[in-house]
């Protein structure tokens, strides 16, 4: 099956620094990729929409500004968390899907990435 | 705006049972449902698709029904094993709008003790 990767899996920053997080499609092309975020027992929340080559869309209420989604080629997106708070701290899962080429259904999700700041 | 709605939020259960977790939504124009697994600290897994126009999906022990009318799904395990422990996520695609984005449950915490 598809397989979607997330590097770094757990990272641990200082308030103010900024952190970059990678999702990787491994053996298909993606032409859009998801952030979620998932606080503790809660459901995920989408943040934003990603497209190849084009800017993401943002979920109401996700500061853009804060949160920077690259999506340069088909198999990498990437999501800066800029100047992070403690309350950003959460956990952070991408996913890819091939929609635009028949796979409406599917979407694959990364490993998901741990982010405390401290 | 989709809801989708998770009962129970915890179960704790002795191997061997046969468990039901519920999934309810409130708008029935959907594309497909999914349940997926989580396990702690862990991205999600997923178990079962089930398109708008089935009623059913099987997956080894796993037993996923749809009444779309009704907004309801189970996920139905079966001689449950220790190894079952997670949290399982239900999510619902909307049918029309351009938009196939799930809308997520907050999950159901399964803890199978031996």
């Known amino acids: 099956g598809a397989v979607v990767s997330q590097h770094p899996s757990r990272v641990i920053c200082k308030s103010g620094t900024s952190v970059k997080i990678e999702c990787r499609s491994l053996?298909?092309?993606?032409?859009?990729m998801f952030w979620y975020r998932q606080f503790p027992k809660q459901s995920l929340m989408l943040m934003a929409t990603?497209?190849?080559?084009?800017?993401?869309?943002?979920e109401q209420g996700v500061e853009k500004d804060k949160f920077l989604i690259n999506h340069a080629s088909l198999t990498l997106s990437t999501l800066t968390v800029t100047s992070a708070h403690p309350e950003d701290s959460s956990f952070y899962i991408c996913?890819?899907?091939?929609?635009?080429?028949?796979?409406?259904?599917?979407?694959?999700f990364g490993p998901g990435t741990r982010l405390t700041v401290l | 705006k989709q809801e989708v709605t998770q009962i129970p939020a915890a179960l704790s259960v002795p191997e061997g049972e046969n468990l039901v977790l519920n999934c309810s939504f409130t708008?029935?124009?959907?594309?497909?449902l999914q349940w997926f697994r989580q396990d702690p600290g862990k991205g999600l897994t997923s178990l079962l698709l089930?398109?708008?126009?089935?009623r059913e999906q099987t997956s080894g022990r796993l037993n996923a029904s749809l009444d779309k009318s009704s907004g309801r799904s189970t996920l139905y395990i079966a001689a449950s094993q220790p190894g079952d422990s997670a949290t399982y996520l239900c999510?619902?695609?909307?049918?029309?709008?351009?938009?196939?984005?799930?809308?997520f449950g907050r999950g159901t915490s399964l803890i199978v003790h031996p």
């Open positions: 708008d029935s124009a959907i594309y497909n």
């Open positions: 999510a619902v695609s909307p049918a029309s709008g351009g938009s196939y984005i799930p809308t």
């Open positions: 996913s890819a899907s091939t929609y635009g080429r028949g796979g409406r259904d599917t979407q694959y």
């Open positions: 089930i398109q708008s126009s089935q």
């Open positions: 053996d298909f092309q993606a032409t859009t």
């Open positions: 990603s497209n190849e080559g084009s800017k993401a869309t943002y």
